[in-house]
């Protein structure tokens, strides 16, 4: 077992404070029910009913504006449904305590601004937040937490760094190390390898693999589909707010689905190196002699 492994394991899930209200689906701690999701009046999905199987990697596909992250930022509590409801650990989502969320379930949206003048480490620090008491003493476990995420981000060099000095990928790893600093099992993230290059984009899917294949339900929102097919064990692929296919992405990415989703014309062939689907689009002939 890694360190990382190790620190993730040791934080306390267990709450007593809210009793559970409804049974969860099988095999699920984090669901929707017949829910309704926008914002303000404009609703985005509707009727919408989907269940995060536990210990996957499930990613949520989907062309622009399909409701990919409205749907996440239901799962973490960031929006209220206006009719249905979130279930989290059998009980409404809502009906928990913000800080009672937070110890259960860490989110890494899309688009995140850090405070003015503030270093890596302090902002790694505020993922601690939650395993705080009132006084809010900062203890050795604390520290050892925030380390650990950082080397697991690989942001441990620029520790003492302004994140407002760095650049968008940098800045996207020191908030990567801060949900990681959380000690949640079930992580949910936005568009994680957004300004990312090829190679840390494929470090950061693969320390999430490992964080899932220990046991912790990862949730990611991705517009790379092969990445999607190739590190997910579980794909819910949208389009227009609703879910059009989810299960193994060994049984529902095909061509049809590709064109019926994104509009694109493709071929699924088998990946060359692990054997998921990989889709290779139908374009102009762009041969050369």
Known sequence: MSVFTHFIRSATLKDQSVMPDSQPAA????????????????????????????????????????????????LSRLLKPSAGRVILDGADIQSYK????????????QASIAPDGITVADLV??????????????????????????????????????????SGGQRQRVWVAMALAQQ???????????????????????????LNRDGHTIVAVLHDLNHAARFGTHLIAMKDGVVVAEGLPSKIVTAELVEEVFGLRCLVISDPVVGTPHVV???RDRSRP
């Open 184 to 210: 949640t099992d079930i992580l949910l993230l936005d568009e994680p390898t957004t300004f990312l290059d090829i190679t840390h984009q494929i470090e950061l899917l693969e320390l999430f693999t490992d």
């Open 281 to 283: 689009p139908l374009g």
């Open 27 to 74: 095999g699920s701690r984090l669901h929707v029910e017949d829910a309704s999701i926008g914002y303000d009046k404009r609703v985005i999905s509707k009727g919408l009913s989907v269940s995060i199987p536990d210990r996957s990697f499930t990613m949520i596909v989907g062309p622009n504006a399909c409701g990919k992250s409205t749907l996440l930022r239901g």
């Open 98 to 109: 913000t800080k009672d969320v937070a110890r259960r379930i860490g989110l890494l949206p």
């Open 125 to 166: 620090a505020r993922g601690r937040y939650p395993h705080q008491g009132f006084a809010r003493l900062w203890t050795e476990g604390d520290e050892q937490a925030v380390l650990r995420a950082m080397d697991a981000a690989a942001v441990t060099e620029l520790s003492g760094r302004l994140v407002d000095e760095l």
